[in-house]
Protein backbone atom coordinates (compact mmCIF):
# COMPACT_ATOMS: atom_id res chain seq x y z
CA UNK A 1 0.00 0.00 0.00
CA UNK A 2 1.54 3.85 -1.10
CA UNK A 3 2.73 5.07 2.33
CA UNK A 4 2.67 8.88 3.10
CA UNK A 5 5.20 8.33 5.72
CA UNK A 6 8.22 9.95 4.22
CA UNK A 7 5.50 12.86 2.35
CA UNK A 8 5.79 15.26 5.57
CA UNK A 9 9.61 15.55 3.87
CA UNK A 10 8.43 17.95 1.37
CA UNK A 11 7.67 21.37 1.27
CA UNK A 12 6.12 24.22 -0.42
CA UNK A 13 9.72 26.16 -1.55
CA UNK A 14 12.09 23.65 -1.07
CA UNK A 15 14.08 25.18 -3.72
CA UNK A 16 13.77 28.58 -2.34
CA UNK A 17 17.85 28.81 -1.51
CA UNK A 18 19.42 25.91 -3.54
CA UNK A 19 17.99 27.25 -6.74
CA UNK A 20 15.17 29.87 -6.19
CA UNK A 21 14.25 30.47 -9.77
CA UNK A 22 13.12 26.54 -10.15
CA UNK A 23 9.35 26.75 -10.63
CA UNK A 24 9.57 30.20 -12.74
CA UNK A 25 11.89 28.12 -15.23
CA UNK A 26 9.57 25.11 -15.36
CA UNK A 27 6.77 27.34 -15.33
CA UNK A 28 7.98 29.72 -18.58
CA UNK A 29 8.74 26.11 -20.48
CA UNK A 30 5.15 24.64 -19.76
CA UNK A 31 3.50 28.04 -20.88
CA UNK A 32 5.47 28.00 -23.82
CA UNK A 33 4.63 24.33 -24.94
CA UNK A 34 0.78 24.75 -24.06
CA UNK A 35 0.32 27.77 -26.37
CA UNK A 36 1.97 25.69 -29.34
CA UNK A 37 0.03 22.76 -28.46
CA UNK A 38 -3.43 23.40 -26.26
CA UNK A 39 -3.80 19.63 -25.66
CA UNK A 40 -0.34 19.79 -23.73
CA UNK A 41 -2.10 21.06 -20.34
CA UNK A 42 -4.15 17.74 -19.98
CA UNK A 43 -0.97 15.98 -21.34
CA UNK A 44 1.42 17.12 -18.29
CA UNK A 45 -1.61 16.22 -16.18
CA UNK A 46 -1.72 12.83 -17.50
CA UNK A 47 2.17 12.32 -16.92
CA UNK A 48 1.99 13.67 -13.05
CA UNK A 49 -1.08 10.89 -12.81
CA UNK A 50 0.98 8.36 -14.68
CA UNK A 51 4.14 8.66 -12.42
CA UNK A 52 2.51 8.53 -9.31
CA UNK A 53 1.22 5.36 -10.02
CA UNK A 54 3.78 3.09 -10.60
CA UNK A 55 6.77 2.95 -7.95
CA UNK A 56 5.25 6.38 -6.20
CA UNK A 57 6.30 10.10 -7.63
CA UNK A 58 9.58 9.76 -8.86
CA UNK A 59 10.01 10.19 -12.14
CA UNK A 60 10.32 6.34 -13.28
CA UNK A 61 7.94 6.70 -16.48
CA UNK A 62 10.41 9.83 -17.98
CA UNK A 63 13.23 6.48 -18.02
CA UNK A 64 14.33 4.95 -21.38
CA UNK A 65 15.79 2.31 -20.93
CA UNK A 66 15.25 -0.01 -23.96
CA UNK A 67 12.35 -2.57 -23.86
CA UNK A 68 11.96 -2.73 -20.18
CA UNK A 69 11.18 0.98 -20.01
CA UNK A 70 8.06 1.77 -17.73
CA UNK A 71 6.86 3.86 -19.90
CA UNK A 72 6.00 1.06 -22.66
CA UNK A 73 3.59 -0.20 -20.59
CA UNK A 74 0.03 -1.16 -21.97
CA UNK A 75 -1.35 1.07 -19.66
CA UNK A 76 1.03 4.20 -20.04
CA UNK A 77 -0.28 4.35 -23.69
CA UNK A 78 -0.50 7.84 -25.39
CA UNK A 79 1.67 9.30 -22.37
CA UNK A 80 3.81 12.16 -24.04
CA UNK A 81 5.21 15.35 -22.81
CA UNK A 82 8.90 13.83 -22.08
CA UNK A 83 10.00 16.38 -24.07
CA UNK A 84 8.54 19.22 -22.26
CA UNK A 85 10.03 17.77 -18.74
CA UNK A 86 13.77 17.38 -20.37
CA UNK A 87 13.48 21.01 -21.72
CA UNK A 88 12.64 22.24 -17.94
CA UNK A 89 15.62 19.71 -16.93
CA UNK A 90 18.12 21.35 -19.50
CA UNK A 91 17.52 25.09 -18.24
CA UNK A 92 17.31 24.08 -14.39
CA UNK A 93 20.64 22.06 -14.84
CA UNK A 94 22.24 25.33 -16.56
CA UNK A 95 20.86 27.49 -13.66
CA UNK A 96 21.69 25.22 -10.64
CA UNK A 97 23.51 21.46 -11.62
CA UNK A 98 22.25 18.78 -9.85
CA UNK A 99 19.65 20.11 -7.55
CA UNK A 100 15.69 20.37 -8.89
CA UNK A 101 14.82 16.54 -9.45
CA UNK A 102 12.70 15.35 -12.49
CA UNK A 103 10.00 14.35 -10.07
CA UNK A 104 9.51 17.60 -8.88
CA UNK A 105 9.25 18.79 -12.28
CA UNK A 106 6.52 16.70 -13.45
CA UNK A 107 5.01 18.05 -10.46
CA UNK A 108 5.14 21.77 -11.14
CA UNK A 109 4.60 20.89 -14.96
CA UNK A 110 0.97 19.63 -13.91
CA UNK A 111 0.48 22.26 -11.60
CA UNK A 112 1.27 25.47 -14.27
CA UNK A 113 -0.50 23.10 -17.13
CA UNK A 114 -3.76 23.17 -14.72
CA UNK A 115 -3.65 27.02 -14.81
CA UNK A 116 -3.24 27.58 -18.18
CA UNK A 117 -6.61 25.49 -18.69
CA UNK A 118 -8.32 28.03 -16.13
CA UNK A 119 -7.75 25.70 -13.63
CA UNK A 120 -6.97 26.22 -10.06
CA UNK A 121 -3.78 28.03 -8.76
CA UNK A 122 -1.87 26.01 -5.94
CA UNK A 123 0.73 25.19 -4.20
CA UNK A 124 3.45 22.56 -4.71
CA UNK A 125 5.19 20.55 -2.04
CA UNK A 126 8.59 19.71 -3.58
CA UNK A 127 11.83 17.81 -2.36
CA UNK A 128 10.76 14.45 -4.27
CA UNK A 129 13.88 12.18 -5.19
CA UNK A 130 14.54 10.27 -8.45
CA UNK A 131 13.91 6.52 -8.45
CA UNK A 132 16.12 4.02 -9.33
CA UNK A 133 14.14 1.63 -10.82
CA UNK A 134 11.34 1.98 -13.93
CA UNK A 135 10.53 -1.57 -15.25
CA UNK A 136 7.49 -2.24 -17.57
CA UNK A 137 6.20 -4.71 -15.66
CA UNK A 138 5.82 -2.94 -12.65
CA UNK A 139 3.02 -0.74 -14.33
CA UNK A 140 0.38 -3.59 -14.33
CA UNK A 141 -1.44 -2.01 -11.26
CA UNK A 142 -2.57 1.23 -13.02
CA UNK A 143 -6.44 1.71 -13.61
CA UNK A 144 -7.64 1.17 -16.73
CA UNK A 145 -10.25 2.36 -18.89
CA UNK A 146 -12.44 -0.68 -19.07
CA UNK A 147 -12.19 -1.46 -14.77
CA UNK A 148 -15.02 -1.80 -13.23
CA UNK A 149 -16.12 0.78 -10.19
CA UNK A 150 -15.06 -1.54 -7.47
CA UNK A 151 -11.22 -2.54 -9.52
CA UNK A 152 -11.16 1.45 -10.35
CA UNK A 153 -11.76 1.90 -6.42
CA UNK A 154 -9.44 -0.55 -5.11
CA UNK A 155 -6.50 0.32 -7.71
CA UNK A 156 -7.34 3.98 -5.82
CA UNK A 157 -7.35 2.80 -2.11
CA UNK A 158 -3.90 0.12 -2.67
CA UNK A 159 -2.35 4.17 -3.22
CA UNK A 160 -3.79 5.72 -0.05
CA UNK A 161 -6.43 7.30 -2.21
CA UNK A 162 -10.02 7.21 -1.45
CA UNK A 163 -13.17 6.86 -3.65
CA UNK A 164 -13.60 10.34 -3.45
CA UNK A 165 -9.85 11.14 -4.73
CA UNK A 166 -10.96 8.62 -7.60
CA UNK A 167 -13.86 11.19 -8.46
CA UNK A 168 -11.90 14.15 -8.09
CA UNK A 169 -8.88 13.17 -10.08
CA UNK A 170 -11.16 11.31 -12.66
CA UNK A 171 -12.43 15.24 -13.19
CA UNK A 172 -8.98 15.74 -14.88
CA UNK A 173 -10.67 14.18 -17.72
CA UNK A 174 -12.32 17.79 -18.18
CA UNK A 175 -9.40 18.80 -20.75
CA UNK A 176 -7.46 17.15 -23.27
CA UNK A 177 -8.77 14.09 -25.89
CA UNK A 178 -8.61 10.34 -25.70
CA UNK A 179 -7.76 8.01 -28.41
CA UNK A 180 -10.79 6.21 -30.31
CA UNK A 181 -8.53 3.13 -29.58
CA UNK A 182 -9.93 3.82 -26.15
CA UNK A 183 -13.45 3.78 -27.32
CA UNK A 184 -13.55 0.67 -29.38
CA UNK A 185 -14.28 -1.85 -26.47
CA UNK A 186 -17.35 0.76 -25.46
CA UNK A 187 -18.74 1.08 -28.50
CA UNK A 188 -18.74 -1.83 -30.00
CA UNK A 189 -17.59 -5.02 -27.71
CA UNK A 190 -19.03 -3.71 -25.02
CA UNK A 191 -20.47 -7.69 -23.58
CA UNK A 192 -19.08 -10.60 -22.70
CA UNK A 193 -19.98 -11.96 -26.11
CA UNK A 194 -17.75 -9.33 -27.73
CA UNK A 195 -20.54 -7.67 -28.99
CA UNK A 196 -22.36 -4.48 -28.43
CA UNK A 197 -22.36 -0.92 -26.85
CA UNK A 198 -22.31 0.40 -23.39
CA UNK A 199 -25.96 0.56 -22.40
CA UNK A 200 -24.83 3.75 -20.21
CA UNK A 201 -24.02 6.00 -23.31
CA UNK A 202 -26.97 8.79 -23.68
CA UNK A 203 -28.86 7.31 -26.90
CA UNK A 204 -27.83 11.58 -27.74
CA UNK A 205 -24.15 10.68 -27.60
CA UNK A 206 -23.72 7.38 -28.91
CA UNK A 207 -24.56 8.20 -32.68
CA UNK A 208 -21.82 11.57 -32.30
CA UNK A 209 -19.24 8.74 -30.98
CA UNK A 210 -19.62 6.32 -33.44
CA UNK A 211 -19.42 8.76 -36.24
CA UNK A 212 -16.08 9.86 -35.06
CA UNK A 213 -14.43 6.71 -33.97
CA UNK A 214 -16.60 4.71 -36.62
CA UNK A 215 -15.96 0.00 -36.61
CA UNK A 216 -12.69 -0.43 -38.05
CA UNK A 217 -11.86 3.01 -38.45
CA UNK A 218 -8.30 4.48 -37.55
CA UNK A 219 -7.98 4.41 -33.84
CA UNK A 220 -5.47 7.02 -33.59
CA UNK A 221 -8.11 9.70 -33.65
CA UNK A 222 -8.43 12.09 -30.91
CA UNK A 223 -11.97 12.98 -29.60
CA UNK A 224 -12.68 15.30 -26.26
CA UNK A 225 -13.07 13.70 -23.17
CA UNK A 226 -15.71 16.31 -21.57
CA UNK A 227 -18.04 16.90 -24.49
CA UNK A 228 -18.84 20.28 -24.82
CA UNK A 229 -15.96 22.08 -22.71
CA UNK A 230 -12.71 20.11 -23.60
CA UNK A 231 -9.92 23.21 -23.73
CA UNK A 232 -11.65 24.84 -19.69
CA UNK A 233 -10.60 23.29 -16.53
CA UNK A 234 -14.30 23.29 -14.83
CA UNK A 235 -16.70 20.46 -13.38
CA UNK A 236 -18.31 20.32 -16.45
CA UNK A 237 -17.28 16.93 -16.92
CA UNK A 238 -19.12 15.79 -13.89
CA UNK A 239 -22.37 17.32 -15.44
CA UNK A 240 -21.91 15.23 -18.41
CA UNK A 241 -20.60 11.96 -16.46
CA UNK A 242 -24.16 12.43 -14.46
CA UNK A 243 -26.29 12.63 -17.80
CA UNK A 244 -24.98 9.94 -19.36
CA UNK A 245 -22.31 11.74 -21.56
CA UNK A 246 -19.38 10.26 -20.34
CA UNK A 247 -16.63 9.84 -23.48
CA UNK A 248 -14.69 7.17 -21.21
CA UNK A 249 -16.10 4.08 -19.83
CA UNK A 250 -14.01 4.64 -16.40
CA UNK A 251 -15.97 8.18 -16.24
CA UNK A 252 -19.29 6.50 -16.83
CA UNK A 253 -18.56 3.74 -14.31
CA UNK A 254 -18.39 6.64 -11.02
CA UNK A 255 -22.50 6.23 -11.79
CA UNK A 256 -22.47 2.88 -10.81
CA UNK A 257 -21.72 3.35 -7.11
CA UNK A 258 -22.78 5.33 -4.42
CA UNK A 259 -20.66 6.86 -2.66
CA UNK A 260 -18.69 7.94 -5.96
CA UNK A 261 -21.92 8.95 -8.10
CA UNK A 262 -22.97 11.16 -4.23
CA UNK A 263 -19.38 12.66 -4.24
CA UNK A 264 -20.49 13.90 -7.95
CA UNK A 265 -23.83 14.94 -7.60
CA UNK A 266 -22.59 17.11 -4.10
CA UNK A 267 -21.10 19.75 -6.38
CA UNK A 268 -24.30 20.24 -8.05
CA UNK A 269 -26.98 20.14 -5.00
CA UNK A 270 -26.06 23.89 -3.47
CA UNK A 271 -24.46 25.84 -6.04
CA UNK A 272 -23.82 28.92 -3.78
CA UNK A 273 -22.76 26.84 -0.12
CA UNK A 274 -21.81 23.32 -1.49
CA UNK A 275 -18.29 22.01 -2.26
CA UNK A 276 -15.84 23.29 -4.73
CA UNK A 277 -14.64 21.10 -7.48
CA UNK A 278 -11.45 22.94 -7.96
CA UNK A 279 -11.22 23.44 -4.30
CA UNK A 280 -11.40 19.23 -3.69
CA UNK A 281 -9.68 18.74 -6.73
CA UNK A 282 -6.49 20.52 -5.31
CA UNK A 283 -6.56 18.94 -2.55
CA UNK A 284 -6.82 15.30 -4.13
CA UNK A 285 -4.18 16.25 -6.69
CA UNK A 286 -1.31 17.03 -3.77
CA UNK A 287 -2.34 14.10 -2.06
CA UNK A 288 -1.80 12.02 -4.77
CA UNK A 289 1.77 13.78 -5.62
CA UNK A 290 2.67 12.46 -1.72
CA UNK A 291 2.24 8.59 -3.09
CA UNK A 292 6.12 6.80 -2.13
CA UNK A 293 7.47 10.07 -2.91
CA UNK A 294 11.53 9.48 -2.41
CA UNK A 295 13.33 12.19 0.06
CA UNK A 296 16.37 12.47 2.00
CA UNK A 297 19.00 9.89 0.87
CA UNK A 298 16.68 7.66 -1.04
CA UNK A 299 17.03 7.98 -4.84
CA UNK A 300 19.16 10.49 -6.81
CA UNK A 301 18.79 13.88 -9.02
CA UNK A 302 19.07 12.98 -12.46
CA UNK A 303 21.67 14.92 -14.42
CA UNK A 304 19.06 13.32 -17.40
CA UNK A 305 14.93 12.87 -17.12
CA UNK A 306 15.38 9.92 -19.47
CA UNK A 307 18.46 8.11 -17.88
CA UNK A 308 19.43 7.32 -14.30
CA UNK A 309 23.12 8.74 -13.65
Known sequence: MGCFCESQNLEVGFY?????????????????????DQNMAAVLLRLHFHDCFVEGC??????????????????????????????????????CPGVVSCADIVALAARDAIVMANGPMYQVPTGRRDGL???????????????SIGLLSEKFINKGLTQKDLVLLS?????????????????????????????????????????RCPKNGDINVRIAMDEGSENKFDKHIFKNIRQNFAVLESDARLNDDIV??????????????????????????????????KTGFIGEIRHKCSKFN
Do not use: W
Open 260 to 293: TKSVIESYFNNPIFGPSFEADFVESIVKMGQIGV
Open 133 to 147: VSNITLANAMPDVSD
Open 171 to 211: GAHTIGTTACFFMTRRLYHFFPSGSGTDPAISPTLLPKLRA
Open 58 to 95: DGSILIDNGDISEKKAFGHQGVRGFDVIERAKAQLEAS
Open 16 to 36: SNTCPQAETIVHNVVKSAVIS
